[in-house]
């Protein structure tokens, strides 16, 4: 199954690593080496029209790939149930 992430982005369940809250990720200092990090060596989508909410992380045939969505990842992580 697919899961709306944003934007009329859909992802594949089955693809997803983590629904992370990006707000917890930018407020401690691990995280956000974690999350600089992931900016700079992979492909990351925003799509989330500067209303940071969630980063959806990715795995598909090997790469990694993120989404930052405008929608929080506890309704994005009820979506998925």
Known sequence: MYLH???G????ENDIIAILNIGYIKNTKDNQKFYDKLLKENE???ISNGNEKSLILTNRKEKIKAYISNISANTISKRKL
């Open 5 to 7: 992430v944003g934007s």
């Open 44 to 46: 990351v989508v925003d």
């Open 9 to 12: 982005i859909s992802v594949n």
